[in-house]
């Protein structure tokens, strides 16, 4: 077996054969981990620190990711320089302990490591580290449930669900009326008690959603990697699980966006919208491997309802333009009323893209714009009489 590259708890927790022994006992992992000790007797702090670690992340999970493993082991190493073992010196060595079936515990033979108030202190800081940062995201106040869980939870034993394996898209109407439109190679599943519960589906794939507006009951979509929120409205979410990227187009209304794993039972039940809140022709794009969320404007923006806006301006105010595109658009517009208060527009726009008509109104009154977090800030030092 090759000898793996560690040169911290964080590769011990995301090695899978030091998982295998740790979580499954694995008899032919013991072995290999009690010879590659004996290698190097320096790094038994480790061996230990990361036992502790997966023991209590895994104690109320039913699985643990290399992701998740991963994430949490860069937060915990960064504070492993606070301890310092030199006062505990003086400890006779024991052996790491497992357990078996019966839950009773043994020795590992042949993996001895000091059985020092520096490893007890180590692991108790670890597992309050862990603890912490893992089940709480460091939230002061009341400990939240993680909303995803127990979504799974509820829809492991009762659930419907939608596979579209067709070439085409798949069209679908929820009891509460909600719209989606499943493509093809996705997967929708809710809840058997989605008519009278909460409105919460998982989605892995592409679809699209036109959601009946219920602020009483916040529709939520869960995905592997983030949660999409509303209260009723229409957008886009594709998530399929073999891609880098997840990501959320709002076509109409108002969307909020989490992290998956910050995303609590409180924030599923309450009828506002906090996270990433996200408008027409607004995206939210999250990097998985580096997670990462962004928002950003669509390509191209589209009018965001079905009423006709005039784009026929004569002598008109530089500030009602920005206005009038804004509004036709959904798309903030940030300017300085004060500096543009001298300046008008006289233009008439038809079918022109938005960032065509946004360019023609910048150069008439000698400003330029640019795009930050899916809102258009408008720079200019005004117009002269």
Known sequence: MKNPDINSIDDLLANELFRKWIIEKDEAAAVFWSQWIEQHPARLEWVAAAKAIIETLTENND?????????????????????????????????????????????????????????????ASLLMIAGVYWYFNNKPGPLPANAYKAFMKETKHKSFEYNNNSDGEQHIVLSDGSEVVLEKNSRLTYAANFSSGKREVYLEGNAFFNITRNPQRPFIVYTQTIVTKVLG???????????????????????????????????????????????????????????????????KPVIASQTTYSFDFDDTPAADVFSRLQTAYGVPILIDEEVLKTCTISASLGNEPFYEKLRIICKIINATYEVTDGTVIINTNGCKR
């Open 63 to 123: 699985q643990l990711t290399n992701h998740e493993i991963n994430r949490e082991a860069d937060l915990i190493q960064q504070r492993l320089s606070s301890l310092s073992p030199e006062m505990y010196n003086d400890e006779e060595p024991g052996y790491l302990e497992t357990c078996t079936d019966d839950g009773k515990e043994q020795g590992s033979k042949g993996i001895p490591f000091s059985r020092t108030r520096y490893l007890v202190g180590i692991a």
């Open 233 to 299: 409205t229409s957008f886009y979410v594709k998530a399929m699980s073999s891609a880098e990227t997840a990501s959320v187009v709002v076509k109409t209304g108002k969307v909020s966006v989490f992290k998956r794993e910050n995303f609590t039972s409180t924030d599923a039940g309450s009828a506002s919208l906090k996270g990433m809140v996200v408008t027409p022709n607004q995206q939210v794009v999250y990097d998985i491997p580096h997670e990462q969320m962004n928002k950003s404007l669509v390509e």
